[in-house]
């Protein structure tokens, strides 16, 4: 669901912009606005009847929830359909010709084979010419940040549309735990991207190395084969070696992760600028359920745990290392769950905090759930701990021991966090997940359930539909600056807590990851932009885009699908703790103003009027094309007419 929304807003962003410029310039018998806009309207329909609770929690039977994942699965295809027509219009260097005809212009970077199945990216096929890559930004701040695309072979470079070849590393791709693929490669690279917009990229065939592209390095710890050594395989250097003897790290410009030798899991950090070493521990659990007869135990809706929560058993995991310029990184093999650490040679926001990937698998237990672990040394006294509302505002929440375990979880859409007078730990999460803070310098969420038992509250099933599921993390170590947060004296007392600038974004960017497509056939006829932008400068930090959204004509509602020139533009402006430095950040704030009538690139606003939030209501007294504010932690809604 949480993919079905940040694809369809991408989507409706671009389709507003593509539809203006098409009026603009008098194209509209040649672009399928009808056609998309009614795609648009489906996947709006489709995602708010996922919005009904039971399908937001799982508690619907499995053919419901089949239904639900296969009315998400078409509009994911539907929304990739619409973004890959509005791109390739708008990158254009002529926009007049644009051919409609051409229907496959761009290849998005994943697709997924059936609603229940991990996306797969798309390999780039690089033979005698060089291949194109869009990437597109839809947040309204320029990003400047570490990409990934698969390609079928190693010997590549990347360079801007201007020549300028650019610093790129080759991973490998592994087709199990030790084997490596051949003919595929995963290929990173730094890509500036501006707001609201897109940058493209030439990925060119090389016969020698030209320096500008590395190859990750491999060590294999504790490998299942049984012999040790260094090795060449597919061009990559593989150490294969037991058991490390001493903790080992990964390393960018701004941190180091160290690791366990014993576990392979995550045990320190390090910011590389005070060489404050933080302790950060992570550990997987598994909760059983209560084992006696006469009572209630865990089910769809019930978490009754039978205590407290089990490390997995395991020993000797499969370490796998892959260190490189732009990005290193460490997977752990562990009984139902593969996790992945991640740290990025990045000068955007991506260097700054760490990031975490599981992919979990519980469908072999039996009455489990399983749960991840952070284990620092921050002093979050008094049980203290932070959870986000819908990623709109701050929830202070405390446990008491008094209470038992599952009264102290709470729901976290996308942020939690816990802190002491120095320093503040933020867990973001790219899917709503339940959590809590047990005990002192903890933070715990739970990945997945299986559970084989009604639990007598109207399912009339367990919940025995487990896939392998991936999810994601961004782990941000924050120490607070100056002296005027009332952190500093009376941390117990403060009711309110909000996330600095740093955290806001961080979770914007994991929830909004740049999405790249790769131009199908390349013609040199076609000259496409090297970027596009459709703002004339990147919003306010405080100022998140929410959405534009086409508003439908009113006549032709009832024959056909007709997009209008009005749109409902949204803007959020957050709330943010300024205790915190704002680094990696390229914006200003401007005290929640935002210049409407000089804020579209090559668009000029024919009116602005403040709505409802529903749109159903007029708050303006008058039509404006200039500014407008928005107040701290608002949510405004603008009727805008392009011209």
């Excluded at 390349?522 to 496409?528: H, P, R, Y």
């Excluded at 401007?590 to 804020?599: A, F, I, M, P, W």
Aim: charged share 20%; hydrophobic share 35%; aromatic share 8%.
């Amino acid at each position: 669901m949480v993919i079905a929304f940040f694809l369809s807003r991408g989507a409706e962003l671009l389709f507003s912009i593509a539809l203006a410029h098409v009026q603009n310039n008098s194209l509209q018998a040649l672009f399928p606005s009808s056609s998309l806009m009614s795609m648009l309207l489906l996947a709006r329909r489709n995602l708010g009847l996922f919005q009904h609770h039971d399908a937001i929690t799982g508690t619907a039977k499995d053919l419901v929830v089949n239904d639900y994942g296969n009315k998400l699965f078409e509009s994911l295809a539907q929304m990739k359909d619409v973004t890959t027509k509005c791109a390739h219009l708008l990158l254009l260097q002529n926009i007049t010709l644009y051919n409609p005809a051409v229907t496959d212009f761009f290849d998005v970077d994943e697709v997924r084979a059936k609603h229940d199945a991990i996306a797969e990216k798309t390999i780039i096929k690089i033979s005698k010419h060089p291949r194109t890559v869009a990437i597109y930004n839809s947040l309204g701040q320029e990003r400047y940040e570490i990409v990934t695309v698969h390609v079928s072979v190693a010997e590549v470079e990347v360079s801007e549309v201007n020549g300028r070849i650019i610093e790129a590393q080759v991973n490998p791709v592994w087709l199990g735990k030790e084997e490596i693929a051949s003919g595929i490669f995963e290929l990173a690279f730094t890509a500036r991207v501006p707001a609201f917009g897109f940058s493209t990229f030439v990925i060119s065939p090389i016969s020698k190395s030209t320096g500008s592209t590395k190859r990750g390095k491999v060590v294999l710890y504790n490998n299942q084969r049984g012999r040790n050594g260094r090795e060449s395989r597919y061009g990559f250097s593989v150490l294969v070696s037991g058991l490390p003897k001493v903790p080992f790290h990964i390393e960018s410009s701004y941190i180091t992760a160290e690791f366990s030798h014993k576990t392979g899991l995550l045990q320190s950090f390090m910011n590389n600028e005070d060489k404050k070493v933080m302790k950060l521990e992570v550990q997987f659990l598994f909760y059983g359920t209560t084992v006696e007869k006469s009572k209630d135990k865990s089910g769809a809706y019930i978490f009754l745990p039978d205590g407290e929560a089990k490390l997995i058993e395991y020993s000797k995991p499969l370490i796998r290392v892959i260190r490189g310029p732009l990005m290193s990184e460490v997977h752990v093999f562990l009984p139902s769950v593969q996790h992945i650490v991640r740290v990025f040679n990045s000068p955007g926001l991506d260097g700054v905090s760490l990031e975490l990937s599981n992919v979990v698998d519980i469908r072999t237990e039996k009455n489990k759930e399983l749960a991840m672990r952070l284990l620092t040394d921050v002093d979050n006294s008094g049980g203290q701990f932070y959870t986000d509302l819908n990623g709109l505002q701050i929830q202070r929440r405390k446990t008491l021991q008094k209470l038992p375990l599952q009264a102290n979880y709470y729901p976290i859409p996308t942020t939690a966090y816990i802190e002491d007078s120095e320093t503040r730990l933020t867990l973001h999460t790219a899917q709503p997940l339940g959590g809590t803070s047990r005990r002192l310098g903890e933070l715990e969420v739970i990945l997945d359930r299986r559970l084989n038992q009604d639990d007598n509250r109207g399912l009339q099933q367990g919940v025995l539909d487990n896939r392998k599921t991936p999810n994601r993390f961004k782990v941000l170590f924050e120490k607070r600056q100056g002296q005027h947060h009332p952190a500093n004296s009376s941390l117990g007392n403060q009711l309110d807590s909000y996330p600095s600038l740093l955290s806001h974004y961080n979770s914007l960017t994991l929830l909004h990851p740049m999405m790249s497509m790769s131009r199908r056939v390349e013609d040199s006829s076609i000259q496409l932009k090297p970027n596009f932008t459709a703002l004339t400068s990147s919003l306010p930090c405080d100022i998140h885009l929410l959405n534009i959204r086409t508003i439908q004509e009113k006549e032709e509602a009832a024959v056909k699908v007709k997009p209008s020139r009005e749109a409902a533009m949204l803007l959020h402006r957050v709330g943010h703790d300024c205790s915190f430095p704002s680094r990696a950040l390229y914006c200003k704030t401007t005290n929640g103003e935002v210049d409407v009538r000089n804020l579209f690139n090559s668009l000029s606003v024919e009116y602005v009027e403040e709505m409802t939030l529903s749109m159903m209501y007029n708050l303006s007294k008058e039509r404006s094309t200039h500014s407008v504010t928005v107040q701290p932690m608002e949510i405004n809604t603008y009727k805008i007419k392009f011209k």
